[in-house]
């Protein structure tokens, strides 16, 4: 694995890692200060890390964030890609291996999310069970039932078993070092492409089958109008505004004001000219046909999601996601 070129040394022996390429950089820098908001005197390090060369606007130049360039290695080239998930999806597989002579503990971090809170310090020290290289959140596919038969495995003739969403995961580097994770990736991915319909995601469910620690819906939190209203009672640490959907490009009323004012707000100071792009945001009562279907979807999912969210005591505790 390639060395990766930084802007600053590494401080710390634990980070936050975000990836993303020019275009999403702003996304990222908008987590980046979310992050140093709730933490002023971190005692992590946060990184933005790309294949491309980036460069943040002079007016984010005070964050003491660190900008990684990691080449893009060649095994990549022909990786499954889609609309939503471009190659810089997939840099998340090889971070751990690059960034593992300055980080023990590593938790990466899509760029569509949203923080309203949380300790992301005790966060990175949460211990993991049985040796596990990393924890994660179930997907959202399982919340209901959690050995939901999910694409991967069926294709591969396995029984269900539990799945994670990627956007968040906390990665014990020495462990995922020392059970090949990213030799493991590579050889799926060169072997069985077709089987990868989520890419990354997809190749992690996998390798990681029955070996990996759940997480708090705390920490994850997909967004969707079918649990929308219940996430003010249950009050997570992180949105992710996964999906075609975000609230920097529906601006219809489908999301509460407050999240893509959020972003304007952040772009009018440091990206103007996508403050511009963004129309008015709408009145949540410019869509009532669509909040009336979320209000009876939640209705109906109401005790599958509390029977799934009483499963955690502690929001700083993992637990066995067959628990």
């Known amino acids: 694995m390639s060395d990766y070129d930084a ?13 993303c390429d020019q275009g999403f950089l702003k996304f990222a820098g908008f987590v980046a200060s979310q992050i140093f908001d709730l933490h002023p005197a971190p005692d992590f390090d946060v990184c933005i890390c790309s294949h491309e060369a980036l460069a943040l606007p002079e007016s984010l130049l005070s964050l ?18 889609s609309y939503r998930i471009n190659l810089s999806s997939y840099l998340r597989l090889f971070v751990p291996d690059a960034f593992a002579a300055d980080y023990d503990r590593i938790l990466y971090l899509d760029s569509d ?52 969403n990627a956007g968040v995961l906390l990665i014990d580097v020495p462990r995922w070092q020392a059970e090949k994770i990213l030799q493991k990736s590579l050889e799926l991915m060169a072997n069985q492409p077709e089987i990868l319909n989520m890419h990354d995601q997809s190749v992690l469910n996998i390798v990681l089958r029955d070996n990996w620690s759940e997480l708090s819906v705390a920490w994850n939190w997909m967004y969707s109008g079918r649990f929308s209203y219940l996430l003010e009672s249950c009050d997570p640490f992180v949105l ?23 972003y304007r ?40 999601l509390a029977r799934y969210i009483s499963r955690f005591d502690d929001p700083y505790l993992a637990i066995d996601p067959r628990s």
């Open 265 to 304: 707000a952040f772009f009018a100071q440091h990206y103007p000219e996508e403050a511009e792009k963004m129309p008015p945001t709408a009145s949540i009562f410019a869509s009532q046909k669509f909040h009336k279907k979320s209000l009876l979807k939640q209705w109906w999912d109401f005790n599958g």
């Open 113 to 164: 999310i949203f923080l309203r809170g949380g300790d992301f310090s005790k966060l990175l020290d949460t211990a993991l069970l049985d040796g596990q290289p990393i924890a994660a959140v179930r997907t959202s596919h399982q919340r209901d039932n959690q050995l939901k038969q999910m694409p991967e495995f069926k294709a591969l003739g396995e029984p269900p078993a539990p799945y994670f």
């Open 240 to 262: 992710h505004f996964a999906g075609r959907i975000k609230p920097w490009n529906r601006l219809n009323g489908e999301f509460p004001p407050k999240y893509p004012e959020a």
């Open 7 to 19: 802007a600053r040394p590494a401080q710390h022996r634990k980070a936050i890692v975000l990836c």
């Open 64 to 81: 003491p964030v660190r900008l990684c360039h990691l080449p893009l290695p060649a095994v990549l080239e022909d990786a499954p890609q």
